[in-house]
T-cell receptor, first 116, second 113 residues
Framework: AQTVTQSQPEMSVQEAETVTLSCTYDTSESDYYLFWYKQPPSRQMILVIR??????QNATENRFSVNFQKAAKSFSLKISDSQLGDAAMYFC?????????????FGTGTRLQVTL | GAGVSQSPSNKVTEKGKDVELRCDPISGHTALYWYRQSLGQGLEFLIYFQGNSAPDKSGLPSDRFSAERTGGSVSTLTIQRTQQEDSAVYLC???????????FGPGTRLTVT
């Protein structure tokens, strides 16, 4: 079974600065998908960024980018130019390829605070 | 377009009562998932439906939990004889047949007193 570990329960960053959230996972599969979701106080889970394991290039979405290290089974999220609206819980998630077990396996989350 | 909707938004029930939670997926999405988020925890998979295939019930924590999906659209998660440990946020998500992105609803916060 796959597991996802987020070792930072809480992180804090100043507005306009850069922060990196860590995520490691364990799997015996060679192909899979990784995601970062944001959950603000509204509870709505919002997809931030995704990475296909077969792609060597790190995914980027505006101020959000990942550092995907397949051999190390590491998938960190970098948030640049942090904004107050980035404050939320961030969850790392793993998914097997479509057609097999399609559930998401989540880490326990990192609470990000953004300060002025 | 409309996203995933869930009702009720909040539900308070007495221990031992049955509850039903509803999820309305994005139109056209064939896959529907239920997750549970206990206080301070990550999301725990409960069950998923994919088209007309038999659902994957591997995450249901006990036989007090069941779910159905009628007409390939709306789903209802039923918890019988609720216990205090059932208190959590129940999240529903849907995805298209070949899509690997899941779109989540706002969740139902269940409180068992």
């Amino acid at each position: 079974a796959q597991t996802v570990t987020q070792s930072q329960p809480e992180m804090s960053v100043q507005e306009a600065e850069t922060v990196t959230l860590s995520c490691t996972y364990d799997t015996s599969e060679s192909d899979y998908y990784l995601f970062w979701y944001k959950q603000p106080p509204s509870r709505q889970m919002i997809l931030v960024i995704r990475q296909e394991a077969y792609k060597q290039q790190n995914a980027t979405e505006n101020r959000f980018s990942v550092n995907f290290q397949k051999a190390a089974k590491s998938f960190s999220l970098k948030i640049s130019d942090s904004q107050l609206g980035d404050a939320a819980m961030y969850f790392c998630a793993y998914r097997s390829p479509t057609g097999t077990a399609s559930k998401l396996t989540f880490g326990t989350g990192t609470r990000l605070q953004v300060t002025l | 377009g409309a996203g995933v909707s869930q009702s009720p938004s909040n539900k308070v029930t007495e221990k031992g009562k049955d509850v039903e939670l509803r999820c309305d997926p994005i139109s056209g999405h064939t896959a529907l998932y239920w997750y549970r988020q206990s206080l301070g925890q990550g999301l725990e998979f409960l069950i998923y439906f994919q088209g007309n295939s038999a659902p994957d019930k591997s995450g249901l924590p006990s036989d007090r939990f069941s779910a159905e999906r009628t007409g390939g659209s709306v789903s209802t998660l039923t918890i019988q004889r609720t216990q205090q440990e059932d208190s959590a946020v129940y999240l529903c998500a849907s995805s298209s047949k070949n899509g690997y992105e899941q779109y989540f609803g706002p969740g139902t916060r269940l409180t068992v007193t």
